[in-house]
């Protein structure tokens, strides 16, 4: 595996990986002085094609257990493990690049962590679409958090972007699990860890989310809420979907959180550093786009 250090500034750095099959990218994340991030590419690019997401711009397939720990192996050793340690959160995410209910080896890559990595006691996370036919993945998801789930730290979230499946439809273009599936699987796994289960809404001009049918499917006794901005992609900028790229923007969107958040949900609010544009590691971004 090649690896080139692609684009890095204070708060990210971002590495490209390259074998014989094709590239992805890895970044690791400094968004505040005591957390460390690493976002674990699952597929070389993504079939999904998500509007806003620039990690369709090319699509060659699974990267393998062994490419995936490479990765994990190669951030390690850029920030020390000494570092990690010492942090007081260290999350390792995946997602993108790539839908990850789409590779198996990503819940092979989470048990391999748990019995060999836990003294750098990592938030195992995992972000998903839910693409239809994928039940086996998070079947298998669910097994490892009934064995860990209490004692390690699990992030599961479902990336939903709107209430209307119209528009669901259009942002995520392919066969997805409903709502109420989305709902179902959340439930049993939430079961199994501390944390409540992340639903994900990159707010956009026009995005339509609508409580009732949020309170409808998941309750808020079991599902948090997750606003995040949709960052400067090729793709949102080509599907004309407004993308926020400072606070001030970001401050039209509060309303929504405050209907979600009347309604009894907990809100996360995770606009990040800015600064995380400038060297394309922030969702979403590719920078050999
Ligand atoms: S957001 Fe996720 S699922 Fe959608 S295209 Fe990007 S990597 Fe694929």
Redesign the pocket.
């Known amino acids: 595996m090649d690896v080139k250090l692609l684009s890095s500034n204070k708060i990210a750095s971002v590495f490209g990986m390259y074998n014989e099959k094709g590239s992805f990218e890895a970044v690791v994340s400094r968004p505040r002085e005591n957390k460390i991030v690493f976002v674990v590419s699952t597929l070389y690019g993504?079939p999904?094609?998500?509007l806003i997401?620039d990690?369709?711009l090319q699509y060659n397939g699974k990267i393998s257990f062994k490419d995936m720990m490479f990765q994990l192996d190669y951030l390690i050793n850029e920030i020390s493990a000494e570092k990690l340690r010492s942090v007081k959160k260290f999350k390792i995410q995946f997602?993108?690049?790539?839908?990850p209910a789409y590779n198996d080896n990503v819940n092979r890559a989470i048990e391999y962590i748990l019995k060999n990595y836990n003294e750098l006691n990592p938030v195992l996370s995992v972000s998903s679409?839910a693409p239809f036919g994928t039940d086996n993945f998070f079947d298998k998801l669910n097994k490892i958090t009934k064995i860990y789930g209490k004692r390690n730290e699990f992030q599961i979230q479902f990336?939903i972007h709107s209430t209307d499946k119209k528009q669901r439809d259009y942002l995520?273009p392919i066969k997805k699990m409903e709502l109420k599936r989305i709902s179902q699987m959340g439930l049993e796994i939430n079961k199994n860890i501390n944390k409540k289960i992340t639903l994900n809404f990159a707010l956009f001009d026009g995005v339509i989310i609508d409580t009732d049918t949020l309170l409808e499917h998941f309750s808020p006794d079991a599902f948090i809420l997750k606003f995040t901005p949709v960052n400067p992609t090729l793709n949102a900028l080509k599907s004309e979907i407004s993308i926020t790229e400072n606070s001030s923007v970001w401050q039209k969107y509060k309303t929504i959180l405050k209907q979600c958040n009347n309604v009894g949900y907990e809100i996360i609010e995770s606009v990040g550093d800015f600064r995380e544009n400038e060297v394309k590691s922030n969702c979403?971004q590719y920078v050999n786009g």
């Open positions: 993504c999904v094609k998500c997401c990690a369709s997602s993108r690049m790539g839908e679409i990336s995520i979403g």
